[in-house]
Nanobody, 121 residues
Framework: QVQLVESGGGLVQAGDSLRLSCAYSGLSGYAMGWFRQAPGKEREFVAASSWSAGTTYYAESLKGRFTISRVTAQNTVYLQMNSLEPEDTAVYYC????????????????WGQGTQVTVAS
């Protein structure tokens, strides 16, 4: 049974940093990533990591502020978010996909339940 459980969300001030964690189980050989959905907006891709963690992908607008990493041996993927802005306020979802490309296209993804990140100005 596949499970993805996010943690680490919360309320922070603009300029702060936050690290999200996603503990997953029941998966092997999957790419892992993060998406987010702001109020009234569609869910959007944030970052992805290949199974080997050798390749990472980011939404262009988030490059330089967000960093994805994973510890395969611990079945955990992280999203380090720096210099947070009120526009980063959203529910952040952990996702797993058969390949990085499929994950980014949201084709056949497994999803976590989401964790709320709120950035106050």
């Amino acid at each position: 049974q596949v499970q993805l459980v996010e943690s680490g969300g919360g309320l922070v001030q603009a300029g702060d940093s936050l690290r999200l964690s996603c503990a997953y189980s029941g998966l092997s050989g999957y790419a892992m990533g993060w998406f987010r959905q702001a109020p009234g907006k569609e869910r959007e891709f944030v970052a992805a990591s290949s199974w080997s963690a050798g390749t990472t992908y980011y939404a262009e607008s988030l490059k330089g502020r967000f960093t994805i990493s994973r510890v395969t041996a611990q079945n955990t993927v992280y999203l380090q978010m720096n210099s947070l802005e009120p526009e980063d306020t959203a529910v952040y979802y952990c996702a797993a996909g058969r390949t990085s490309g499929l994950l980014r296209a949201s084709v056949g993804n497994y999803w976590g339940q989401g964790t709320q990140v709120t950035v106050a100005s």
